[in-house]
């Protein structure tokens, strides 16, 4: 069975340790839509394990990604920090409705999942990433990342 989404070499953005943690929040974004697509209890079980996976390693990637951009004095590292804490504060929020029985449709939650980080990955982290290789370029940064 194909997955809901399946990575694509355009999605990378050229520093390894970043790809990869991308490359798991797909798989985690995978596993959620396979939990829809069980019945509603075997669903809610594992929808409810996975999405508390999701938010930790949410956190993880976000929290690495700013320690990055922070070696490398990104201009932009305030503006990028607020589209996790918006996109952090989102996920938490559709959490609580969904443990709280209130409204909460798990296939467009994992539709939300799926545009807000590939959008996510192609505009900024790209942006950040042309911005560290024209400085790796110019020969202004000297520490890997």
Request: aromatic content about 12%.
């Amino acid at each position: 069975m194909e997955p809901f989404i399946a990575w694509e070499d355009r999605y990378a953005i050229g520093i390894l340790m970043v790809d990869e943690q991308h490359k798991e929040l797909l798989n985690l974004t995978n596993a959620l839509y396979e939990a829809c697509r069980e019945g509603d209890e075997a669903a809610g079980a594992i929808f409810k394990d996975t999405i508390r996976q999701t938010v930790e390693y949410v956190k993880k990637h976000f929290s690495a990604e700013e320690q990055i951009l922070e070696r490398v004095n990104y201009p932009e590292l305030l503006a990028h920090k607020q589209e996790h804490e918006a996109f952090v504060k989102k996920v938490l929020e559709e959490v609580k409705n969904f443990e709280s029985g209130k409204s909460f449709v798990p296939n467009q939650f994992v539709r939300f999942l799926r545009d807000w980080i590939l959008a996510h990955i192609a505009v900024s982290d790209k942006k950040y990433a042309d911005y560290i290789f024209r400085l790796k370029k110019e020969g202004a940064l000297t520490l890997s990342v």
